[in-house]
């Protein structure tokens, strides 16, 4: 059968986002969590939220008390608690802010993601979230060009991808996007992220279509999953 899946968040998810898994748990207490086994076993994958955020409307994440009750009840019932632990409103590129992200310590997977249609574009395109970060990060200026090297140095920089990574943790970077002429740009990140950082693969994924995972590069060799052209999901 399906492998069972827990996902949550300690920051915020867009309303859309509750089809993220086949059930949703809106928890605004512990009491709430006594739910979760149940739908968990009907369900196979429960997101797993607190209520809506005041003054915007977003799901809000999770206290620590919740997540290590997740944590307990993904261990018990041999399912994948995933958590997302930052946000980029959608949007392709970001460095942290002073206190993101919030990544629990038990984490024993950190997967920074990027997407790379940035790369070839402004600083100031639009697709850049919070870009006079990643200007102070890079020293450019907002409207300099984005290229392979400065995602590279985003993804792996400790003020960036790899900001407050659990000690032991592996870490795998996702590129997003990784379509068309982007794959070219895709590779060229992934081999360079492989050659100078403690990171243990790049995944290059094209998320909307029938096939996500296109390639997967580790430090012996790279794989391709798919070939050809792969239609996307309307």
């Given at each position: 059968g399906e492998f069972p899946v827990i996902v949550s968040t300690t920051t915020h998810l867009a309303l859309s986002q509750r089809?993220?898994?086949?059930?949703?748990?809106?928890?605004s207490n512990l009491a709430d969590l006594k739910a979760l086994p149940a739908l968990l076993a009907k369900h196979r994958s429960v997101l797993v939220t607190g209520p809506v955020a005041r003054g915007e409307p977003r799901w809000s994440g999770v206290d620590g008390n919740v997540m290590k009750?997740?944590?307990?009840v993904a261990s018990v019932k041999g399912a994948a608690l995933l958590i997302e632990a930052d946000?980029?409103?959608g949007l392709s590129l970001k460095v942290p802010g002073e206190r993101e992200p919030v990544i629990p310590r038990f984490?024993?997977?950190?997967v920074p993601v990027a997407g790379?249609?940035?790369?070839?574009?402004?600083l100031d395109s639009g697709l850049v979230h919070h870009p006079e970060r990643v200007a102070a990060l890079l020293w450019i200026g907002q409207?300099?060009?984005?290229?392979?090297?400065?995602v590279r140095r985003i993804l792996v920089d400790p003020a960036g991808g790899l900001k407050r990574t659990p000690p032991g943790s592996e870490v795998r970077?996702?590129?997003?996007?990784?379509?068309?002429d982007r794959l070219a740009s895709g590779r060229e990140v992934a081999a360079a992220i492989l050659a100078s950082s403690p990171v243990q693969a790049v995944v290059l994924g094209s998320l909307l279509s029938s096939q996500p995972a296109v390639e997967v590069h580790g430090r012996v060799a790279g794989?391709?999953?798919?070939a050809g052209g792969s239609s996307r999901l309307h």
């Open positions: 089809t993220l898994a086949k059930a949703h748990l809106v928890v009750v997740l944590r307990r946000g980029a409103r984490a024993d997977m950190v790379l249609d940035a790369i070839g574009v402004s409207g300099e060009t984005l290229l392979p090297s400065h970077v996702l590129l997003t996007k990784a379509e068309g794989a391709v999953l798919a």
